[in-house]
């Protein structure tokens, strides 16, 4: 176990009153620079610079003193972050499991009121004071029920409509093809009739003439 000022993951007791925290948006944390690797090694090498050093270099002295609270104040989150993380981790598991065992007792005590409204003839007045329970425990049933019967009615009127355009392309192709018959009836009827074939009898070819015989 760790103290309120230095804790370790576990504690709940974190004092970090001594640090001016800051809140800043989201936006605001993806546009700030981020530390690579060495950026520990660069401000040891400031914390370790003698003011001739400094001075030599042509360093501002205030803003390296400003950059040495800075880290300071940087270790010091790093040191209470873990116990911190661990802390809001242990805060969300517990609302689930306490979420949790709430709901296992809303589903018996209305299992407890109904039966005991199904015995009694009052039965109004046993469950019309747990009318929030109720609204509540049965909500995403009455709410699954009322998305079925949504789905089904918007597939009973899909249906519905799918045969009514199957019926008027069956209409449609019926009024073409008879549309289609008439043409080629019309046009038959409009075609002239063939010239008649002519008789034997009627050829133009010229007939032999009788032969006379001769008596000798």
Partial sequence: MGTPEHPVPGDRIIDASDLVMKDITPEVISSLIKFRAGADKAIENIERLKPLEIARA??????VVRLISLAAEHRRTVELLPAAEKLVELLYETQYDRAHEISLLFGEMCSQARRRAARSP???????????????QCGP??????????????????????????????????????????????????????????????????SPSPVAVLPR
């Fill in 141 to 206: 049933a009455i709410k699954a029920a009322a998305t079925r019967a949504k789905a089904a009615k918007a597939a009973k009127a899909e249906k519905a409509e799918q045969a009514a355009k199957a019926e008027k392309a069956e209409q449609a192709a019926k009024a073409e093809k008879a549309e289609q018959a008439a043409k080629a009836e019309k046009a038959e009827q409009a075609e002239p009739a063939p010239p008649p074939s002519p008789s034997p009898s009627s050829s133009s070819s010229p």
């Fill in 122 to 136: 009052n039965g109004g007045e046993i469950l019309g004071p747990l009318e929030d329970l109720f609204d509540y």
């Fill in 58 to 63: 042509g360093l501002n002295e205030g803003d």
